[in-house]
């Protein structure tokens, strides 16, 4: 979950840039892509624990082309060092795409003709700059076939 300022703007990009039929939650850093249902509980602990400290820094470092959409890629050490940390709680449950090298990032367009994502991301690029990026809390999201259930939500501390 993105600080209030990064938010709001992260969502309108959203909103503004992906087919609104198939965008089904809000913008967001995805962690994990599927967690099983039976670690729910092992996961909202460790999510607990994950937050009990203060935020994590991040930037956004640069736009990404997706070949039918757009990202902002995102770095964050400390964010790296959480995600690696479930990765390891979770070894041996996670799916072949959640072993795969993390490649963090905040899609703002998916789903489109690769030619209007490449004109997206010209017109992005020429005014890019680096920033920081507020990271507020962590939340966990069921998967219902289509749309997505929010199942808790865990705010960081300071």
């Not at 992906?18 to 967001?28: F, I």
């Not at 004109?119 to 998967?143: H, I, K, M, N």
């Amino acid at each position: 979950m993105f600080g209030d300022g990064d938010n709001g703007w992260l969502q309108e990009l959203r909103r503004t840039h992906y087919p609104a039929e198939r965008n089904q939650v809000p913008a967001h850093l995805t962690l994990f892509h599927h967690l099983a249902p039976s670690l729910e509980a092992e996961l909202g602990r460790r999510l607990a624990t994950s937050t009990a400290v203060p935020p994590p820094r991040a930037r956004i470092t640069g736009v990404i082309d997706l070949g039918a959409g757009t990202a902002f890629r995102i770095e964050s050490d400390e964010l790296e060092d959480i995600r690696a940390d479930l990765a390891d709680a979770f070894r041996g449950m996670l799916t072949p795409q959640d072993m795969a090298p993390w490649r963090p990032h905040v899609t703002i367009q998916n789903k489109v003709e690769p030619r209007e994502a490449r004109r997206f991301q010209e017109r992005l690029r020429a005014t890019f700059e680096p920033r920081p990026l507020a990271v507020r809390g962590l939340a966990s999201w069921r998967y219902l076939g289509g749309p997505w259930q929010p199942i808790r939500s865990h705010i960081f501390r300071g």
